[in-house]
């Protein structure tokens, strides 16, 4: 009993260090529910919430940026998702959906029209760079959007659900739901084109969700931006992997 006892004070201690460094409020913390129900024992969930918060550690350097915070508590519980051969590939796992999640971001930010100059930053960055200073390469990147106000708010409003939206806010919510969704797909190199088929689908049912034509220049140009999205993350998985296991980048289809 004094075992069981000491392990969900244990539990308890890593919650309450997880959502008060990442500044969620009670509630929006909903981390414990989604580990319960992801994970049946106690020991699992003590190994998951040790990798948690030795991955929130990377970013103490901007702890103080509570939306940037809040981007991370999402990566994690959209990393959650993925349904995990072992629980030894979640640290991975975090890093790798972190790194997607927050180049994407920048480009969405910065409007990036030629990707090459974020590929080789990660590119070089993967080559010279140990984990920790590579995040703080990227959270220094980021820190002006952060700092954006008006930027905040478009991303807020648009995280809200709303009666009348825009054009322009219909696209942004579509590709927002399909970054959510890419965060939470294993993606694999030797299966490009299962996933692409399967986000074509989810996008489909956004389309019609939001009740944007196929016929339509918007559904068309926005089809293409979420091509991309898919590309880039699968362009930055095969550098990391490439890096990581001294082999030649796989081919992007």
């Known amino acids: 009993m004094f075992q069981t006892l000491n392990k969900l004070m244990n539990l308890e201690e890593k919650y309450i260090e997880i959502q008060r460094f990442l500044s969620i409020s009670d509630s929006s913390f909903d981390l414990k529910s989604i580990i ?3 994970f049946k024992t106690e020991e699992l969930r003590l190994e998951i919430l040790s990798k948690i918060l030795t991955f929130i550690y990377y970013f103490q350097m ?5 939306e940037f915070m ?3 508590y999402n990566c994690i519980k959209n990393t959650l998702q993925i349904k995990l051969t072992s629980i030894d590939d979640f640290d991975e796992l975090l890093i790798k959906n972190a790194i997607m ?35 703080i390469n990227l959270g220094l990147l980021l ?24 054009d322009d806010e219909i ?3 579509i590709k927002l739901a399909i970054n959510d969704w890419l965060e939470q797909q294993a993606l694999n190199l030797d299966k490009q084109d299962e996933i692409k088929e399967n986000m074509l689908k989810e996008f489909n049912k956004l389309a019609e969700e939001y009740n944007l034509s196929k016929d339509s220049e918007s559904y068309k140009k926005l089809l293409t ?6 590309a880039m993350r699968l362009t930055m998985l095969s550098l990391m ?6 082999l030649e980048p796989v081919s992007i289809k």
């Open 225 to 230: 931006e979420v091509n991309e999205m898919l």
């Open 70 to 72: 809040t981007s991370v």
């Open 62 to 66: 901007f702890k103080n940026i509570r």
């Open 101 to 135: 999640r927050f180049i994407q971001e920048y480009i969405d930010y910065a409007n990036i029209s030629q990707k090459e100059q974020v590929l080789n930053f990660l590119a070089d960055s993967f080559e010279r760079l140990g984990v920790q200073p590579l995040i």
């Open 241 to 246: 992997e490439s890096i990581g296991n001294d």
């Open 36 to 38: 319960n129900e992801k």
């Open 171 to 173: 696209s942004s919510k």
């Open 143 to 166: 820190k002006p959007m952060y700092s954006d106000q008006s930027y905040l708010d478009k991303k807020s409003k648009l995280e809200e659900e709303e009666v009348i939206i825009s």
